[in-house]
């Protein structure tokens, strides 16, 4: 089963009340610093609900969006009757090679159960010129956790950073409840990934929590000392 299939509705409801998790405090930074300008024709990989790809199309892209999840996919049809959603296998892409001039891959690459390959299929699908753009969450900050919610809490890393590891944690949050699993990887796997894909990397950045995101939630200014997030933009070749 798709790893989303199963709390497809769950996800749905938490990622479509608007400001209640950290992509409605992001997303500014990655679309005017990551993407580049739209092209002829944008793939989102690991597409959820498709509010990211909406986010796109608003900003003149031409969007195509897949997702394991066929209910997620459905929901995201539902929600852009003019897009073009499709339930695939991010790792298996039904597209030809260099069939787009960007590929948006926010929040997936640590769900999918084999990340290489994905970034692999990004890069095959990608035309010479073209870019992947990623956001996912940041290596450290998966690693480790602060040791409470003032602003100035100890962060520690209990366990091996380095390496491939399982996580699977359920976070509640005004009355929402949903559990987040998938992989953690070391940035040197990312990296590698990319090094394999024939990409290079053309931007990374560490985002620090933005005013909106202290102002809504205080305790989020603890994540401007650590980066939550890393986003990062690779060329091919």
Request: charged share 25%; net charge negative; proline share 8%.
């Amino acid at each position: 089963m798709p790893s989303w299939e199963w709390q497809a509705e769950r996800w749905l409801r938490w990622a479509r009340t608007p400001g209640h998790d950290a992509y409605w405090h992001y997303r500014e930074a990655f679309f005017a610093v990551i993407m580049p300008a739209p092209g002829r024709r944008t793939l989102e990989v690991g597409c959820g609900e498709g509010r990211v790809a909406r986010d796109l199309a608003h900003r003149g892209h031409r969007v195509v969006a897949v997702d394991a999840s066929p209910t997620l996919v459905g929901h995201a049809a539902d929600a852009d009757p003019d897009g073009d959603y499709l339930a695939a296998d991010a790792a298996a892409l039904p597209f030809r090679d260099g069939s787009f001039d960007a590929v948006v891959a926010y929040n997936s690459l640590m769900d999918v159960d084999d990340m290489p390959a994905t970034v692999a299929e990004a890069a095959r699908v990608l035309e010479p010129g073209g870019r992947l753009c990623a956001c996912v969450t940041h290596p450290t900050a998966d690693a480790g956790r602060f040791d409470g919610k003032q602003p100035d809490a100890p962060f520690t890393i209990p366990d091996a950073y380095l390496g491939r590891h399982r996580f699977e944690e359920v976070f509640e949050r005004d009355g929402l409840e949903i559990t987040f699993t998938g992989w953690r990887y070391a940035l040197e796997e990312y990296a590698a990934a990319l090094e394999a894909a024939g990409l290079l990397v053309e931007r990374l950045r560490e985002p620090a929590a933005p005013p909106a995101a202290v102002a809504h939630r205080p305790s989020d200014r603890r994540w401007q000392r650590l980066p939550a997030f890393l986003h990062l933009r690779a060329v091919k070749r």
